[in-house]
């Protein structure tokens, strides 16, 4: 557990560092398009595959520091066994939708890669590159919900501030 909570806190800087080279990308396209006429080809299509990248490898740190947006106004006027049990369901409910979707997105990225698919566009990506982002984050958000279960299922359970 402690080799997976490392992973997820590289994967989050990861995320980070991929939001800001996105952001830097989309700068760079509306200075060159619009003060020197000359778009370029490359930075739209890049930045939208380091948000989507960026998006997805944040979810399990996101979901284990309790960083995640959580309608608490109800189970926070509980007691700790009731705070206990609304955490575990919630974390079947993430386990099980991620589960499902890490199983399916790893279909449509194998179909992609196979057939060799590609965006289309001037730059001509394979399109797996993009769909890959999926099954890996939905696969590491399965595991940190099977984290936080354990954890609800051993005591108190602290959100660390989400919702706050």
């Known amino acids: 557990m402690i080799v997976f909570s490392k992973l997820t806190l590289a994967l989050a800087w ?3 560092l991929l939001f800001v080279l996105a952001g830097g990308m989309l ?3 509306v200075t060159a398009r619009y003060l020197f006429v000359a ?3 490359w930075a739209a299509e890049l930045s939208q595959m380091s948000l989507i990248w960026g998006s997805m490898i944040a979810m399990p740190w996101i979901l284990g520091a309790g960083r995640h947006i959580a309608v608490d106004a109800v189970t926070n006027q509980l007691g700790l066994t009731a705070q206990r049990v609304c955490q575990g369901l919630a974390m079947i409910f993430v386990a099980g939708f991620s589960a499902i979707v890490a199983w399916k997105g790893f279909g449509i990225f194998y179909d992609s890669f196979e057939r060799g698919r590609t965006t289309g566009s001037m730059l001509d990506l394979p399109t797996w590159v993009t769909e890959l982002a999926i099954p890996v984050g939905f696969a590491l958000l399965f595991l940190q ?9 051993k005591g108190p359970v602290s959100l660390g501030g989400a919702g706050h």
């Open 14 to 16: 990861v995320s980070a």
């Open 39 to 41: 778009p370029t080809i």
């Open 27 to 29: 700068t760079f396209e």
């Open 145 to 153: 919900a099977l984290i936080e279960l354990g954890k609800a299922a």
